[in-house]
């Protein structure tokens, strides 16, 4: 079997024997024996934009580390992005550094509810949403997601009966949506905006997936939908440009008293010490990382398409409007979860997040990332149709 790093080369290639985000947790995480096709982890296996790259050596050829000043130059780069990828200039908000999103969701949860509060998430939903109401001492809601077909849509009725428990006192909404690719309607973020504002109920958005919007699909910000208070959104480089490692984020709002507390909570804890790399990288990306992401968009189109087209009938595809996540829909293989585990791992050898990680919704289904060159799709697609023969 050939190593990864020996598949042929594509349009974005990994240097040899590179094997993605942390080799070291495939083994015990998927239990097989060596040899596993890693495409669990939401960011892309891929060699990063150049231009971030060059911003990082020049700042590292920099022999000085110390405090640095966080420019204004940054959220006006931050901001003529949005305005350039979404039409979105920012007009009335402020943004927050924060230095990480499950911080400002941390963060927000405390500001915003009480310990035994009710927090609602849209399951199957991003995996730290639910540690993150926990650990907070906090109660989960669940407004599961409804499949329509081989679509997902919120429950809105749902919501209506979940906010009307006033112990109920936030959503953590995921727009666009890790992991069923859903990049959700201006009519659909209305509802969601108008229901929880009748209600009190705190919007928490996550959009650090905003910018891998596919082409042919918009992203809304909540921002457009949202009330005067009552919400913020959380954005950043990390997942668009792989700079999780890196980067800080963006706590978005219009709310005054939500930065106020938000800032009050940041200087209380010493929440942000600007990391003179992470200010170089966010410059680069968002100034100069634009060709880079629309080349990304057009690779995760073409595996998409690749994986509908090639993977064998008893799997299906759910359609993508943005992420660079495939959510497969393995029902038809008729395994039970633990089953599932062990099939994806012993005997396809590729290294999916089973579906159940991010709530039993998802129970029957597995997530793929898409962000990897495109030879590691035919390989997939090869073990998985060997593995079902
Ligand atoms: C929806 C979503 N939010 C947040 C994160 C992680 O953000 P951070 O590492 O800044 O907490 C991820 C990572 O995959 C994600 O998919």
Redesign the pocket.
């Known amino acids: 079997m050939r190593r990864l790093g020996e598949l042929p080369a594509s349009q974005f290639t990994l240097p040899p024997g590179a094997m993605g985000p942390d080799p070291d947790r495939l083994q015990p995480l998927f239990g097989a024996g060596g040899d596993l096709l890693p495409l669990w982890v939401?960011e892309p296996y891929l060699p990063i934009a150049p231009p971030i790259v060059e911003a990082l050596r020049d700042r590292a050829a920099t022999p000085w580390y110390g405090y640095e000043q966080r420019s204004e130059r940054l959220a006006s780069a931050f901001w003529a992005w949005t305005e350039e990828r979404h039409g979105w200039g920012g007009d009335g908000l402020v943004a927050s550094v924060s230095p990480?999103?499950?911080t400002s969701i941390g963060a927000l949860l405390e500001l915003r509810t009480e310990p035994g509060d009710g927090v609602i998430l849209q399951s199957p939903v991003?995996t730290?949403f639910k540690p993150l109401v926990v650990s907070a001492g906090r109660r989960v809601v669940k407004n599961p997601l409804v499949l329509d077909g081989d679509r997902y849509r919120m429950d809105l009725e749902g919501l209506e009966e979940s906010v009307a428990d006033a112990s109920c006192r936030a959503l953590i909404l995921?727009n666009p949506h890790?992991p069923v690719g859903r990049s959700w309607t201006r009519d659909e973020l209305r509802a969601v905006a108008e229901v929880c504002a009748a209600n009190e109920v705190f919007v928490i958005a996550?959009e650090?997936?905003a910018d891998l919007t596919l082409p042919g699909h918009a992203f809304t910000p909540f921002a457009e939908v949202a009330p005067e208070g009552g919400w913020a959104a959380l954005h950043g480089p990390?997942?668009t440009f792989g700079l999780?490692g890196v980067c800080d984020?963006l706590l978005v709002t219009s709310d005054s008293s939500v930065v106020d507390d938000y800032r009050a909570m940041s200087s209380r804890l010493h929440l942000t010490r600007n990391q003179v790399f992470s200010l170089a990288a966010f410059e680069a990306a968002y100034t100069r990382g634009g060709p880079w992401v629309d080349e990304l968009l057009a690779l995760v189109q073409r595996n998409h398409a690749a994986l509908v087209r090639g993977l064998p009938v008893e799997i299906a595809v759910t359609p993508l409007e943005a992420t660079y996540l495939g959510w497969l829909d393995l029902r038809g293989l008729g395994l039970e979860v633990p089953e599932i585990v062990d099939w994806l791992g012993t005997k396809a050898r590729v290294a999916m997040s089973p579906g159940h990680w991010f709530g039993r919704e998802g129970a029957g289904f597995a997530r793929m990332t898409l962000a990897v060159p495109e030879d590691w799709i035919a390989e997939a697609i090869e073990r998985i149709s060997s593995a079902i023969a």
């Open positions: 939401a990480s999103v499950g991003f730290d995921c890790n996550d650090i997936h990390i997942k999780a984020s």
